[in-house]
Structure formats: C-alpha cells, structure tokens
C-alpha cells in the first residue's frame, strides 16, 4: 500500500520570529524543521512500513525551496519517496490542500494519507479537512490509536475530557494524528547511513502552476501580523497579610477578572 | 556557527548527530563521568545511528562517508561529552582506522561488522610504560614459531582496549631486526580473551572517565601467522599513518569541546546578574567571549581545510598536525576562560563546565604530545634540515 505522509516545514520552536512588512515572517537565520506532529507521525508511517514489507512511504510537501531540506531530513529518517510541490508566494490552507489532493490524484494509488494535527506555525488545524474534501475520502483528526484490517482502519480520536472515540473507516482516507500515537512518542534520529541513501533519492519536484488548480480563490489571507503584547512584570503586594489577602482578592475580581 | 561551505549532507549530518548528543549523551554524562562509568548501552546507541564506521565503505557496514564529516561528528560529540567522544574518536581512528586501511579481505570481513555497529570495540596497542612520545622503544616483542606469533610484553593507556565489548587490540611489536640495524616493527591483531593476553582497566583518570582505557599484559600470547597486519614489518609506518588520521579526530575533540564550553559560558554569562547587569556586559567578559569565538572559528577553519586535503589525497600529515596542536590548545584556553566566567560556581560538579575543564588536558597529551606536534611541524617546515 501507498502510504503518503503530509508534512509541512515550520521555523523551529525555539526560533525568534520577527515580523516584516506588518504580514511576514521576517525569514532571515531562521532555523527550519519539520513540524513536531508531523514527524511523530512519519516515524509511526515508518514504524508501519516496517511491519508490513509491502508498504511504500511517501513524503509530500507544499513549500518554497527552501523546504527542500526538511523532506531530506524526513527521507534520512527511512521515507522511500518525496514530492515537493514548489510553491514561492504563501497560499491559504484551502489551495494547498487542493494542490496536494491534485498530486495524489495525478500519483494515482494512495492508501493511508497521514498528517500531523496541525502545523505548529499558525495551528490552524485545516489542511487534512480540506484535503480529505478535496479528494471526497474520510478524515479523523486528533488520532491517538490506529489499527488496520483487511479493507479499513479502526482509530481512536482523543475528544474531551481524555475520553476516546473509535471510528471505523474505509481507505482511502486521511489520519491527522497527535502525538502519542499507538504510542509513539519521540521520532527516530537520522542515522548516517540514512543521510547518505537520502541523498541519492530524487525528489519529485511539481511546479504549483502545472497542477492546473489556478483560479482557486483564497478562503483565508493574511491582512496583518503581529506579536503578542509582552506579558505585564509580576506584582508583589506589600504589608500585613490580612490586608494583602484582601487586596489580592480584590485584584483578581475587579482587575484580573478571573473570580 | 557559519557552516555556508558544508554539503547539505554534512549539515543533516551536524544536525542529527547534535539532536542525538542531546537527546542522549547529555542526560547520562555527568553520571557516567561521576562513576568512571563506561556504558555499552550507550555505545550501541552510538553505533545505531552510525558513529562507528563513519568513513567505511558500505560493504564493510560503514557509511562510507568523506573525512569532514567525519570530524564533524565527533566535533558533535564532543560539544556534549568528552569521554564518548574518545570512544568513538579512538573506535574509528585507532580501532577501525587501521584494520580498515591495512587489514586483508578476510581480516575486514571479520572484525569490521561488528565494530561498525557499536557492539564491539577494537584498539591500538602503542604507548608501552617506557616507550610514549619515542614509539621506536617499544619494548613487547612477537617472535615466529611454528605459524604462530608468540607476543610478551604490555601496553597502556590504550583506549577501548578493556572494555566488556572489546574485540580486539592490534599490538604493535618488536619482530625482528632490520638490515640497518633498527627494529623492525609490525602489528598483530589479538582478540581479547586470547590466553596470555590479561587487560586491567585504568581507574581514578582525571578526565575522559566514562571511556574504556587499558593496561594489557601479554606473557607468551599465541596468535596465528595469519594474524599480522598488512606485511611484516610495517609497523612503524602503519602507525604514523594511523596517528596522522588520529590527530584530526583529537583536533575535532579539542574544536568540539571548546564550542561546547564556550555555549555553556554564553549561557551562564547572559543569565548570572551581578551589579545589576549580566555579566556578559561587562567588558572584561565580553572581551573573553569574543576572543573564545574567534579562537574557535579560527579552529574550524584549520581542521576542515586539512579534511579537505585529506579527502583530495593531499599531504595532510603537517596540517594534521598543526590541527591538533592548535584545536587542543585553543580548548584549554577556551575551558579556562569558562569556568572563570563561572566563578564559584564552575568549581562545582553540577556545573557541566568543570568536566570540559577536566576532558581538555588530554587532549595536548594523548596520540602526540605538544611538544611532539610542534616537532612534526618544525620538521616539515625545515626548520632541521
């Protein structure tokens, strides 16, 4: 089975970002990285491959050039396979998912299509549904179990209050999974000899404008970015603690708002 | 860090083996260190993502990958942990290295797998009690008698030589006289556990404490003829060759551990307060920092221009040493300048910065001396002639 993992390159958590031109990352020494939930679910993907011989992963990706590296990264980890649909200007979830859903198309034979639950840049949490519509397949999100049978796959979502829903599902369809997947946690490191076979796997380069999805209007664009207001220094109330008691109940009725 | 003129590979390289050393060396260091503890968990775990072997070709179970990337791993290494560093330095220069370089088709076929994999260990039987910075007296002798090498004499300060995973030692000894009158000097593969060949473990080190080093003993040792390593007699140059190929792995310890010690003070200098301020602004500070960051670009720059000529075939031997005089002396500046940035502090154990302080020393002692290095490069220099 063709199994395709989604994955999308985010600036690392620790990175500092800064806005440019009011609606722009500023992207100079930024360090990029796959996103977190993605690669926890390419290394289940891989985990899978090496359960079953006949499973083939695939990584594919929407991004500028630059998101070259982070599909070497994911094909170092053992992916067999990488699409890279170039894409300079940055486009809304809606386009993207039906870039990717037009390459999956024009690929033919997929299975399993995972993807994180979301990007950890703008969390959005919306490209697997769009996807999923795009391609008229089923879409789980939040999965935290995954089991399959002949024809299907049983999940299990986490929903409110740590409570679990199964769900059978016929394949084709889209898994967005969180972290901790069939108890997957950590993704393997890139061993070298896996840096070197990445090396000589092509990457499948499409240019966004020859997967004849133009004329998509934009559900979603950016009109201004900017950074959360710096958190106000801590407080300390001072003098007898009766009356401090007081003054912090106070507070937080009248100024805090939270009793 | 500018790494603009590395390969993407070799920045995946960098990156992975980094996300590795602080995944999992950096939790267990202190412990291991603190309890002269080598770990052959770890080193498996070293072995899995393909620290050992790093320059092998694939068939042997390397990863056949150039020298820079190479010393770029074990600079890696070594900007976490000191003593796993020397494991897998002292693994593929000293222990892989020469098997590899001079070893016969079936020699490689049966020890290389297995040390490439991180399970097994195989050392480099040099420095004797009495013969150190003068190889030429070695003093162990392997004598020919009936298709076997009877090998007396002992060895120490050999890394992974005493380990529970070690496989083999190749011993260099005495065989005969040459025609000039010298002795002539060859390399013999014995496999630990072979009767009359007795390692003890050297404990109470001041540095590299969770790394394997050995005292070995051999008292009639037999080994087969088939044993020798490449032609009788080439000992001497084997090891040359091989110290040559060592002194970038130690000139990468030295690189490694100094942008380690140096991140370690950057981060303590930006977040110690004293008069108000960090530290880090006072000028006497930064003027420190700035010096460590420069010394250590300057390091860089030095040991991968001599990966360079070693990966094109050049003459690397004057750089190499050059590399690993200059890289373990900018350490030991680099250590001393953190933990004064440390003050009271990095006297203390829970500070990683005093075992950096520790793991530098050898590094302008172990495989070449200083002051051997600085004779290497008068000599190539002509400073002798």
């Known amino acids: ?259 | 860090m500018e790494d603009f003129e590395l390969s993407e590979e070799q920045k995946m390289i960098r990156a992975s083996i980094r996300d590795f050393a602080e995944g999992e060396i950096a939790p267990v260091a202190e412990e291991l260190d603190e309890h002269e503890q080598f770990s052959v968990e770890l080193t498996k775990k070293m072995g899995d993502i393909g620290l050992f072997g790093i320059f092998v070709n694939p068939e042997y179970g390397g990863s056949g990958l150039d020298y820079l990337s190479y010393i770029i791993a074990v600079e890696e290494v070594a900007r976490i942990d000191g003593s796993q560093a020397a494991t897998v330095a002292a693994g593929n220069s000293l222990g892989i290295g020469p098997l590899y370089y001079f070893g016969n088709q079936k020699q490689k076929e049966k020890w290389l797998p297995e040390l490439c994999r991180g399970e097994k260990l195989a050392s480099f039987g040099l420095t004797e009690p009495e013969a150190g910075s003068d190889a030429s007296a070695t003093k162990t002798t392997a004598k020919l008698e009936n298709q076997q090498w009877i090998i007396n004499g002992s060895k120490i300060f050999i890394t992974n030589s005493s380990s529970p995973i070690s496989s083999v030692c190749m011993v260099l000894a005495k065989t005969g006289k040459r025609t000039d009158g010298k002795d002539e000097l060859s390399s013999i593969l014995v496999p630990n556990g072979t009767p009359g060949f007795e390692t003890k473990t050297m404990k109470k080190k001041l540095m590299w404490r969770s790394s394997d080093t050995g005292e070995l003993y051999f008292d009639d040792c037999q080994v087969p003829e088939e044993n020798l390593l490449g032609k009788r007699g080439e000992g001497f140059h084997q090891m040359m060759e091989t110290l040559d190929n060592g002194r970038l792995a130690i000139a990468a310890m030295g690189l490694g551990g100094s942008q380690g010690a140096y991140e370690l003070a950057m981060k303590y200098s930006k977040e110690r307060h004293q008069f108000g301020v960090p530290i880090s602004t006072f000028q006497v500070n930064a003027f420190k920092l700035a010096d460590m960051a420069t010394e250590i670009e300057t390091a860089r720059a030095l040991l991968y221009k001599a990966c360079r000529m070693k990966n094109a075939g050049l003459p690397f031997s004057k750089i190499a040493a050059m590399s690993k005089l200059y890289c373990s002396e900018v350490m030991g500046r680099v250590v001393d300048h953190a933990v004064q940035l440390h003050g009271g502090y990095g006297l203390m154990k829970e500070y990683a910065v005093e075992r950096f302080y520790r793991d530098q020393k050898l590094l302008t002692i172990g495989e070449g001396t200083s002051e051997i290095q600085r004779l290497v490069i008068s000599r190539h220099i002509g400073c002798h002639s």
């Open chain 1, 1 to 259: 089975m063709n199994i395709y993992v989604c994955i999308k390159q985010v600036p690392d958590t620790e990175a500092v970002l800064n806005i440019k031109e009011g609606k722009f990352i500023n992207e100079e020494n930024i360090k990029w990285i796959i996103s977190p939930y993605d690669e926890i679910v390419l290394e289940f993907a891989l985990q899978l491959k090496e359960k079953n011989s006949d499973f083939k992963v695939t990584l594919i990706t929407v991004g500028p050039p630059r998101a070259e590296s982070t599909i070497r990264s994911g094909l170092a980890m053992g992916a067999e396979n990488a699409i890279h649909i170039e894409a300079s200007d940055y486009l809304d979830h809606k386009t993207i998912a039906k870039a990717l859903a037009q390459a999956l198309k024009n690929e033919g034979d997929f299975g399993v299509i995972f993807t994180g639950k979301q990007a950890i840049d703008d969390d959005a949490s919306l490209t697997h549904i769009y996807l999923a519509q795009s391609l008229e397949i089923p879409v789980v999100t939040n999965v935290i179990g995954f089991q399959m049978e002949a024809e299907k796959v049983i999940v299990e979502r986490e929903i409110d209050q740590g409570a679990r829903e199964k769900i059978e599902m016929s394949i084709p369809c889209v898994i967005a999974a969180t972290k901790g997947i069939n108890d997957v946690n950590e993704p393997r490191y890139a061993t070298l000899m896996g840096i070197m076979k990445a090396k000589k796997i092509p990457i499948k380069k499409i240019s966004i404008q020859d997967l004849g999805i133009e004329g998509a209007t934009p559900t979603v664009t950016t009109e201004k970015l900017e950074a959360p207001p710096e958190k106000p220094s801590g407080r300390i109330i001072e003098g007898e603690v009766t009356e401090s008691i007081k003054e912090l109940v106070r507070l937080l009725k009248d100024e805090a708002k939270v009793l």
